[in-house]
């Protein structure tokens, strides 16, 4: 049950846990959210995953978004909004979220909020995971991912036994369509333009926790999950 005479930023009496996922491209959000889900049972909703998904499947959606998610620009707010509203209201995430690539505008933001305002539900963190900008081109260029299950590999971090073939399911890894360096530098740039008013949003209601993204993925699960098991 929830408590309203508890303080805002207080998990306890709280029974959901709601956390977004903050972070430039190739920051770490899907490996660690993936992690994360498992730690605490709810799910991963990534924006990308679900965008990627409507693309491949050429539904109305993807044939909407894929110029612009191809070329790295953001999707209007109005369709972010409407499908991360829908997703999180499924049974699944009755218990909670974990939210990868949304919000990444302050109107995504603040329209999440209200969302769980309705629900007398709210946001309990906004995890910031940091690197630089030479960190993510490299990581990006050595991106794999499998188009059959999903899994997320990188060849020189986390090395599937064979480079072009997925230790899952034995599908052929690929590059994601945006992974071309010129887009991941205008990504990188589109994150700083609109994402730095969303950390200062977060930051301003004393929700936001950075940690280093240049650790190790072990050690940085590790610090992420702890701090998440003391809220
Ligand atoms: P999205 O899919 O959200 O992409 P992104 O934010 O650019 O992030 P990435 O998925 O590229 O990186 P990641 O942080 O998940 O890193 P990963 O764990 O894979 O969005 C794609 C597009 O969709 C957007 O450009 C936009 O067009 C659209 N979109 C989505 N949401 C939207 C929204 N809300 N509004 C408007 N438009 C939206 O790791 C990267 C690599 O590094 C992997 O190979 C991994 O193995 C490796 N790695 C991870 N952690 C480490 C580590 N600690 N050390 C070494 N290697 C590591
Ligand atoms: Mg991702």
Request: overall charge negative.
């Amino acid at each position: 049950m929830k408590d309203s005479s508890k303080k805002e930023d207080s998990r306890e009496g709280d029974d959901t846990m709601n956390i977004v996922l903050l972070g430039p491209p190739g920051a770490g959000k899907g490996t660690q959210a993936k992690r994360i889900s498992n730690r605490f049972g709810i799910p991963h909703i990534s924006t990308g995953d679900m965008l990627r998904e409507a693309i491949s499947s050429k539904s109305e959606l993807g044939k909407k978004v894929a110029t612009i998610v191809e070329k790295g620009d953001l999707v209007t707010d109005e369709l972010m909004i409407q499908l991360v509203r829908d997703r999180i209201s499924k049974d699944d995430a009755s218990k909670g979220f974990i939210l990868d690539g949304f919000p990444r505008t302050t109107v995504q933001a603040k329209s999440l909020r209200n969302m769980l305002k309705e629900k007398e539900d709210k946001i309990d963190s906004a995890v910031l995971i940091d690197v630089s900008e030479e960190v993510v081109v490299e990581r990006i260029s050595s991106r794999r991912v499998c188009p059959n299950c999903g899994k997320v590999y990188n060849l020189l971090s986390l090395k599937p036994e064979n480079d072009c073939i997925c230790d899952e399911c034995g599908s052929e890894l690929i590059q994601r369509d945006d992974d071309k360096p010129e887009t991941v530098r205008d990504r990188y740039e589109v994150y700083i333009n609109n994402t730095k008013e969303v950390i200062k949003f977060y930051r301003s209601q004393g929700k936001l926790k950075t940690f280093d993204g240049a650790k190790e993925i072990d050690d940085l699960s590790k610090s992420i999950i702890s701090y998440l098991e003391s809220l």
